[in-house]
C-alpha cells in the first residue's frame, strides 16, 4: 500500500528555472494539498484541491500553480524558481471527511541556488 | 480567518512525567476538527489525534489526551509518562467545515525534547 507518494526526494534547482513537483496517492482520497515547511514558521499551505477539477489557494499560493486532472495525481508546478522558494514540500491527502487524518508524503527537499 | 498559534517554540520535560503542548485557534466557522501530529526528526508526519468541534468529551489515544476548551478556543495536548521517542516536533492542526473549504492549516509547531 503506497499511500502518498512524491517525488523526487531532494533537488537542486538555479535561480529562474522551473519544475514540477509529482504528488501520487492511492487510497482514492478526495482531498489533497501541498505544504511548504520553513524552519520556525511550521508547514504553510499552498494549494489544495478537494476533487479533480478543483483547485484553490492556501496561505501562501504566489509562484507556485496546481491542477488536478485524475484524483490521484496533484502536481505542484514552480513556475520561475527563487531562493526564498527553498524549503521541504509535503503533499498531504485525506478522504475529505472532518475526522480523519491526513496522510503525508515523505516531503521533497528543495534548495534553489 | 483561520489562524492556529503554537507559542512555546521548544519544551523539556523529565523521562516518565506528563506535558502539555500549547495550542489555540481561531475560526468563525462553527464546524472544525482539531488534529495533533508528531514529527520525528526523520521528517514524516505522524497522526496523533484528533478533537471534533461538536464533540462534548475530550479525545484521548493511548497516552495521549487533548484538553478540549471551546470558549477558550484551545486543543492543548497531553502526552502523559513522556519516554525518549516522543522528542519530536509537534504540529497542531485545524480544518474547518463546507465554509472553509476543508482546508487544513497548522501552527508553527513545538519542539519536545526528554530528558533520561
Known amino acids: 500500500n503506497a499511500g502518498v507518494t512524491q517525488t523526487p526526494k531532494f533537488q537542486v534547482l538555479k535561480t529562474g528555472q522551473s519544475m514540477t513537483l509529482q504528488c501520487a496517492q492511492d487510497?482514492?482520497?478526495?482531498?489533497m494539498s501541498w505544504y511548504r515547511q520553513d524552519p520556525g514558521m511550521g508547514l504553510r499551505l499552498i494549494h489544495y484541491?478537494?476533487?479533480?477539477?478543483?483547485?484553490d489557494q492556501g496561505e501562501v499560493p504566489n509562484g507556485y500553480n496546481v491542477s488536478r486532472s485524475t484524483t490521484e495525481d496533484f502536481p505542484l508546478r514552480l513556475l520561475s524558481a527563487a531562493p526564498s522558494q527553498t524549503s521541504v514540500y509535503f503533499c498531504?491527502?485525506?478522504?475529505?471527511?472532518?475526522?480523519?487524518?491526513?496522510?503525508f508524503g515523505q516531503g521533497t527537499r528543495l534548495t534553489v541556488v | 480567518a483561520q489562524k492556529i498559534t503554537q507559542t512555546q517554540p521548544g519544551m523539556f520535560v523529565q523521562e516518565k512525567e506528563a506535558v502539555t503542548l500549547d495550542c489555540t485557534y481561531d475560526?468563525?466557522?462553527?464546524?472544525?476538527?482539531l488534529f495533533w501530529y508528531k514529527q520525528p526528526s526523520s521528517g514524516e508526519m505522524i497522526f496523533l489525534i484528533y478533537q471534533g468541534s461538536y464533540d462534548q468529551q475530550n479525545a484521548t489515544e493511548g497516552r495521549y489526551s487533548l484538553n478540549f476548551q471551546k470558549a477558550r478556543k484551545s486543543a492543548n495536548l497531553v502526552i502523559s509518562a513522556s519516554q525518549l521517542g516522543d522528542s519530536a516536533m509537534y504540529f497542531c492542526?485545524?480544518?474547518?467545515?463546507?465554509?472553509?473549504?476543508?482546508?487544513?492549516?497548522f501552527g508553527a509547531g513545538t519542539r519536545l525534547f526528554v530528558k533520561a
Open positions: 498531504a491527502s485525506s478522504d475529505g471527511r472532518m475526522n480523519t487524518e491526513a496522510f
Open positions: 475560526t468563525s466557522d462553527p464546524s472544525y476538527g
Open positions: 484541491s478537494v476533487g479533480a477539477g478543483i483547485t
Open positions: 492542526a485545524m480544518r474547518e467545515g463546507r465554509t472553509g473549504g476543508f482546508k487544513t492549516i
Open positions: 487510497m482514492n482520497h478526495e482531498y
